[in-house]
Nanobody, 124 residues
Framework: QVQPVESGGGLVQAGGSLRLSCTAS????????MGWFRQAPGKEREILAA????????YYADSVKGRFTISRDNAKNTVYLQMNRLKPGDTAVYYC?????????????????WGQGTQVTVSS
């Protein structure tokens, strides 16, 4: 079992960058697929990116492909989301989530452990 905790959100101007971090407690972090999601007001939660336990496989949503990069450091129990060329449409609460196993899924219901979220606001 792991408990993710996100950090790094904030206010940024359009075109700027932010790096989100998610540190998960527990000694089995390296056995989990980690995903980043976001949810804007009135919208469903959507996956942005996911990474396999060893970092060898990644997934990106079309909306962030080429702008966002997911990575992980298992020695630090941390997964990152580097966000570049941010747009006002990226404004949302960003969540980190963990999924046991080896198969990446884009379905939020496939992730068992969630952080509390961190707000990202992109001003125009």
């Amino acid at each position: 079992q792991v408990q993710p905790v996100e950090s790094g959100g904030g206010l940024v101007q359009a075109g700027g960058s932010l790096r989100l971090s998610c540190t998960a407690s527990g000694r089995t972090f390296s056995s989990y697929i980690m995903g980043w999601f976001r949810q804007a007001p009135g919208k469903e939660r959507e996956i942005l990116a996911a990474i396999s336990w060893d970092g060898g496989s990644t997934y990106y949503a079309d909306s962030v492909k080429g702008r966002f990069t997911i990575s992980r450091d298992n020695a630090k129990n941390t997964v990152y989301l580097q966000m570049n060329r941010l747009k006002p449409g990226d404004t949302a609460v960003y969540y980190c989530a963990a999924r046991p196993g080896i198969v990446i899924t884009t379905d939020p219901s496939g992730y068992d452990y969630w952080g509390q979220g961190t707000q990202v606001t992109v001003s125009s």
